[in-house]
């Protein structure tokens, strides 16, 4: 059993930062691509940003040169840094991983809980 658990969120005020981390745990022989998304009330999940195991990152436009994506493959792990935070940031975030259970295992993606994350103005 695979689990995302993602930690971090909470209330800032805008132009504020956050740091948000998402850990990676059970049965994994191999994660590729990591990513995070966000989800506003009454709106549609949206990609944040991505990072794959080698290569470039992406981010949505709306969060470039404000926000970095970041790995720790030893500890299976994302992070998100936010910074100059905007009351249009609010929203539920989302990580997830596309990742191997096992040597010959199909690639499977998994999603965390979602941890909440409010700007204020």
């Known amino acids: 059993q695979v689990q995302l658990v993602e930690s971090g969120g909470g209330l800032v005020q805008a132009g504020g930062s956050l740091r948000l981390s998402c850990a990676a745990s059970?049965?994994?022989?191999?994660?590729?691509?990591m990513g995070w998304y966000r989800q506003a009330p009454g709106k549609q999940r949206e990609l944040v940003a991505t990072i794959p195991t080698g290569g470039s990152t992406t981010f949505a436009d709306s969060v470039k040169g404000r926000f970095t994506i970041s790995r720790d493959n030893a500890k299976n792990t994302v992070y998100l840094q936010m910074n100059s935070l905007k009351p249009e940031d609010t929203a539920d975030y989302y990580c997830n991983a596309d990742l191997r259970e096992s040597t010959w295992g199909p690639v499977k993606m998994y999603w965390g809980q979602g941890t909440q994350v409010t700007v204020s103005s």
């Open positions: 059970g049965s994994i022989f191999r994660i590729n691509a």
